[in-house]
């Protein structure tokens, strides 16, 4: 009996996978893959309230505002800052994906949000995927859907090591036996090697580039390993002495001096994690390597970097980008499965005998 209702529940409902992102938000529907892939961006008429864009419009409005709109990234640093506008976002984005259909039943959601939130924090998750027309909603920590995406072997007696370079944090677990063992959640990631670029500009060449120009020279010609061609780029800032506009040509000499404090911190923050990682965990990790996920793994030069300090070699998942949507689109297909490795709310856990 149980299988057949399953078999109309799937029939007649849009399981959904959900990587709420500080930079990106991604939406995975089950037999369908990723169906949604914009920036966390939300732009607000101020004078209204009134959500004006979402996704890719936003995010290129940010910075041209007039005074009245603003662009809102309602994710900072891995946690929900906007509620509001949060859930205003994931209801956008999941009405698009299943393109406005109401369902019978509820999408079941799989949510992947940053290891070491706090339980208020998971709780104004699950209410804004709620609110948003979620039947179920199942949280899963971010690494642990990213290893799931690289198809770790992360239920086995084995040690995986996760890092996930994203906008706002990078996280890095050590994942065992379906749990996260030794993890670590750090505030530098892709939004600070941005914001790296714009104060190395303005203090080398006393000129102001804006984020989107910034973002570019970071993808462009961000590298943090001398590559084989010099790669430069122009790019256009008002001169902060003239105050008039002015046009400078960057190397990646220059990105990489820009971000080398970030790469310290953020290797000295691996470095910790091995410390306290158990022996047995450590030798498979020497033996099968680190894994990397998110935006900040696309940084140039980032894995030779990484295994030249710790002496580890580095892989680097095959889309960085997807890796935690599609993730929680495996946990969707065996919710049962992989039940214990979902977080439960302490108000949500049956009594203790
Ligand atoms: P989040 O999970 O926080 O939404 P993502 O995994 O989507 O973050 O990664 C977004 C970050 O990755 C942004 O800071 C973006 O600039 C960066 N990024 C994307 N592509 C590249 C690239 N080719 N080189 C360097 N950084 C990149
Ligand atoms: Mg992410």
């Given at each position: 009996?149980?299988?057949l209702k399953?078999?109309?529940?799937?029939m007649?409902s849009h399981?959904?996978g959900?990587?709420?992102?500080?930079?990106?938000?991604l939406?995975y529907?089950?037999?369908?893959?990723i169906?949604?892939?914009e920036?966390?961006?939300?732009a607000v008429?101020q004078?209204t309230?009134q959500?004006?864009?979402i996704?890719?419009e936003?995010?290129?409005m940010l910075?041209?505002?007039?005074p009245h709109?603003?662009a809102?990234?309602?994710?900072?640093?891995?946690v929900?800052?906007?509620?509001?506008?949060?859930e205003?976002?994931?209801?956008y984005?999941?009405?698009?994906a299943?393109?406005?259909?109401?369902?019978?039943?509820?999408?079941?959601?799989?949510v992947?949000?940053?290891?070491?939130?706090?339980?208020?924090e998971i709780?104004a998750?699950?209410?804004?995927?709620r609110?948003?027309?979620?039947?179920?909603v199942?949280?899963?920590?971010?690494p642990m859907?990213a290893?799931?995406?690289?198809?770790?072997?992360?239920?086995?007696?084995?040690g995986?090591?996760?890092?996930d370079?994203?906008g706002?944090?990078?996280?890095i677990a050590?994942?065992?036996?379906?749990?996260?063992v030794r993890?670590?959640?750090l505030?530098?990631a892709?939004?600070r090697?941005?914001e790296?670029?714009i104060?190395y500009v303005?203090?080398?060449?006393?000129i102001?580039?804006g984020?989107?120009t910034?973002?570019?020279?970071?993808?462009g010609?961000g590298?943090?390993c001398?590559?084989d061609?010099?790669?430069e780029?122009?790019v256009?800032?008002?001169d902060?002495?003239t105050?008039l506009?002015k046009?400078?040509?960057?190397?990646?000499?220059?990105?990489?001096e820009?971000l080398?404090?970030?790469?310290?911190?953020l290797?000295?923050?691996?470095?910790?994690v091995?410390?306290s990682t158990?022996p047995?965990?450590?030798?498979d990790?020497?033996?099968r390597?680190i894994f990397?996920?998110?935006?900040?793994?696309?940084?140039?030069?980032?894995?030779e970097?990484?295994?030249?300090e710790?002496?580890i070699p580095v892989?680097?998942?095959?889309?960085?980008?997807t890796?935690v949507a599609?993730?929680a689109g495996?946990v969707?297909?065996d919710l049962q499965?992989?039940?214990?490795?979902l977080?439960q709310?302490?108000?949500?856990?049956?009594?203790?005998k």
């Open positions: 009996m149980a299988g399953e078999k109309f529940r799937r007649l399981d959904i959900i990587d709420l992102g500080t930079a990106n938000t939406v529907m089950r037999g369908r893959g169906v949604v892939n920036p966390s961006v939300v008429n004078k309230g959500v004006v864009a996704g890719t936003a995010k290129s910075g041209r505002t007039p709109i603003v809102i990234r309602p994710l900072v640093e891995g929900i800052s906007d509620f509001e506008v949060t205003e976002m994931v209801s984005l999941l009405e698009r299943t393109h406005g259909s109401r369902k019978l039943w509820g999408p079941r959601v799989v992947g949000v940053p290891s070491g939130i706090t339980n208020v709780r998750v699950r209410d804004a995927a609110n948003a027309g979620a039947g179920e199942h949280i899963i920590e971010e859907a290893a799931i995406g690289m198809r770790l072997p992360i239920m086995e007696p084995v995986n090591m996760v890092i370079i994203g706002g944090t990078s996280d050590v994942i065992s036996l379906g749990g996260v993890a670590k959640n505030r530098i892709g939004d090697f941005t790296d670029i104060s303005r203090n080398q060449f006393k102001l580039i984020e989107k910034a973002e570019m020279v970071k993808h010609i590298a943090v001398p590559m061609e010099p790669l780029m122009a256009k800032g008002r902060l002495i105050g506009p046009e400078v040509i960057l190397t990646d000499t220059d990105i990489r820009a080398s404090p970030s790469m310290e911190s290797i000295d923050s691996t470095r910790q091995l410390e158990p047995e965990i450590l030798s990790i020497i033996d390597g990397l996920a998110g935006g900040g793994a696309l940084i140039k030069g980032l894995p970097l990484i295994e030249l710790l002496g892989h680097v998942a095959i889309e960085p980008l890796a599609r993730g495996i969707l297909e499965g992989f039940g214990d490795i977080i709310n302490e108000d949500e856990l049956p009594p203790k």
